[in-house]
């Protein structure tokens, strides 16, 4: 079996633009929901511990479809997987608007977690503009895409706010019909890419190794594992900070969407340094210095409540998640062969998106039972245990080139 033929390098920069771009809007999506949705929900839910399971009910929508998401894109073709995946966020998006309208909290869950299911397709694009550029651009190409983030972070949470009292008064229904209209822009950027073609597996080609060898390989189960942890502790601690900051510590919904939307900010716009620094030192140091900012993040939250101490340490989250998420698909993406795509692809974003499913219904439940500080200092071992096993996985690698 060989590689499509693709020149990788003639359509890098245009690739890279049109993805940071439709990352923008797709991102967009998913800052609306982050923003408002526990707080929309908690007008809407029969008992307020259940204010983040809509949310929660968007990253179990992205956890469900990634694997299947996965199989579609390598079966339709990169372009056309995206483009099915940016149509399931446009129609969530006004039957979240129409379940706000009709004060329907089962039905707004529901639509939230189609909003998830199409953004599994969306989460696919940092893999794919790996596979289409040339492997020395890998880190910043992946960077790049991720930059639109930027974008998103402020267009996300600042027409949340803006649009919520749209349709009929009904606070923050309109927020949802964004949605949308951001998912027919994302429709139209995508029609325009020009993606490397994916590899098909043909019968009698040789498939590259199990998934159980696969699995084996720290080169490939270490980046698996930091992408689990720092997507779930970001999810963890973002999903209740809203919901702390009005509910628990007072402070108002507007000030909640601010946070948030710095967050987010925060989340992407290290993108335009993040690949050079991982070219520089290395994908397991860019991953622990995510982590201890992470770690950072939850000490400043266990040391005040003033809307100060949520915004730095909220953008302590942002960039360390930027620095363990990039640094993660970077080692993961350098780490399998092309016939081994789907198959490593199929296992992350289940594992990954599950894990942050798993984060985003405890963050509730927790923040309801034992309070805002317990979730802080729920993140401190998981940070511990992580850089544990990145010290390892480094030092291992060292033993290799020295041998």
């Known amino acids: 079996m060989t590689e499509p033929e693709f020149n990788k390098a003639k359509y890098a920069g245009r690739n890279i633009g049109l993805l940071a771009l439709t990352q923008a809007t797709?991102?967009?999506?998913?800052?609306?929901?982050?923003?408002?949705?526990?707080?929309?929900a908690a007008t809407l839910a029969p008992s307020q511990s259940l204010a983040t399971v809509p949310t929660t009910a968007m990253i179990i929508g992205v956890a469900l479809m990634a694997a299947p998401a996965t199989k579609i894109i390598y079966s339709v073709g990169r372009r056309n997987g995206f483009i099915i995946g940016a149509s399931l966020g446009g129609l969530a998006g006004i039957f979240a608007a129409i379940a706000v309208m009709m004060s329907s909290f089962v039905l707004f869950a529901l639509a939230l977690a189609v909003v998830g299911a199409g953004g599994a397709f969306a989460q696919q694009y940092r893999f794919a503009i790996a596979d289409s550029v040339p492997d020395d651009t890998k880190a910043r190409a992946i960077s790049l895409v991720l930059l639109g983030g930027v974008a998103a972070g402020f267009l996300g949470p600042k027409l949340s706010y803006l649009a919520k009292d749209w349709l009929g008064g009904v606070e923050f229904a309109g927020s949802f019909v964004v949605i949308t209209f951001l998912s027919i822009t994302a429709i139209v950027l995508l029609s325009l890419t020009k993606l490397a073609p994916v590899v098909k597996v043909e019968k009698g080609d040789y498939k590259g190794r199990s998934i159980k060898e696969i699995i084996r390989v720290p080169e490939i189960n270490i980046p698996i594992i930091t992408g689990m942890a720092t997507y779930a502790l970001m999810t963890f601690v973002m999903v209740a900070a809203p919901l702390a900051m009005v509910h628990v510590c007072g402070h108002s919904a507007e000030q909640a969407t601010t946070t948030i939307q710095w967050h987010i900010i925060a989340m992407f716009a290290p993108s335009l340094f993040t690949g050079n620094i991982i070219n520089k030192i290395g994908g397991y140091a860019t991953v622990a210095i995510g982590l201890v900012l992470i770690l950072g993040c939850a000490l400043i939250n266990l040391n005040g409540?003033?809307?100060l101490h949520f915004d730095i340490a909220l953008?302590?989250?942002?960039?360390g998640w930027n620095f363990g998420f990039i640094g993660s698909t970077t080692l993961l993406s350098q780490a399998y062969r092309p016939e081994e795509a789907a198959k490593v692809q199929?296992?992350?974003?289940?594992?990954?998106?599950?894990?942050m499913a798993v984060a985003s219904i405890s963050s509730g439940v927790l923040l309801n039972t034992l309070g805002w500080q317990s979730i802080n200092v729920m993140v401190l071992p998981i940070v511990t245990?992580?850089?544990?096993?990145?010290?390892?996985?480094?030092?291992?690698q060292r033993k290799l080139r020295a041998a």
């Open 315 to 319: 953008i302590l989250l942002g960039v």
């Open 346 to 355: 199929g296992l992350n974003e289940p594992l990954v998106f599950g894990t």
């Open 26 to 40: 797709g991102g967009a999506s998913q800052a609306i929901i982050m923003a408002v949705g526990a707080l929309t």
């Open 385 to 396: 245990a992580t850089l544990a096993l990145l010290a390892w996985g480094d030092y291992r």
């Open 305 to 307: 409540i003033t809307t």
